[in-house]
């Protein structure tokens, strides 16, 4: 099992930058692929992006893709979204997960199939 524990959220206007930092402990963190989930008032947990344990593979939800960077630093048991040119519509709480077991697209892109997750990190964009 890992604790996550997310940072960095707030308010910004459309158009502007956060970056969301998720500090992992209590396992060894390398072993972990990790993933972004968001959750916005009235809706499902959503996909935001994942990253494998090495860093060598990630992805994006077509919402995010070109405009989000998800990476990680093993050494630091971090994994950060870097977010840019952030719309009203990605106003949500942020979480980061963590999946022992490295999967598929088909796994990692599914909340369930993350077994450990941080408290969330409000992210609010205004328009």
């Known amino acids: 099992q890992v604790q996550l524990v997310e940072s960095g959220g707030g308010l910004v206007q459309a158009g502007g930058s956060l970056r969301l930092s998720c500090a992992a402990s209590?396992?060894?963190?390398?072993?972990?692929?990790m993933g972004w989930f968001r959750q916005a008032p009235g809706k499902e947990r959503e996909f935001v992006a994942y990253?494998?344990?090495?860093?060598?593979?990630?992805y994006y939800a077509d919402s995010v893709e070109g405009r989000f960077t998800i990476s990680r630093d093993n050494a630091k048991n971090t994994v950060t979204l870097q977010m840019n040119s952030l719309k009203p519509e990605d106003t949500a709480v942020y979480y980061c997960?963590?999946?022992?077991?490295?999967?598929?697209?088909?796994?990692?892109?599914?909340?369930?199939?993350?077994?450990?997750w941080g408290q969330g990190s409000q992210v609010t964009v205004s328009s």
């Open positions: 990253i494998t344990w090495s860093g060598g593979v990630s």
């Open positions: 209590g396992h060894t963190f390398s072993l972990y692929a």
């Open positions: 997960a963590a999946r022992m077991r490295s999967g598929s697209y088909y796994t990692l892109v599914v909340a369930e199939n993350y077994s450990d």
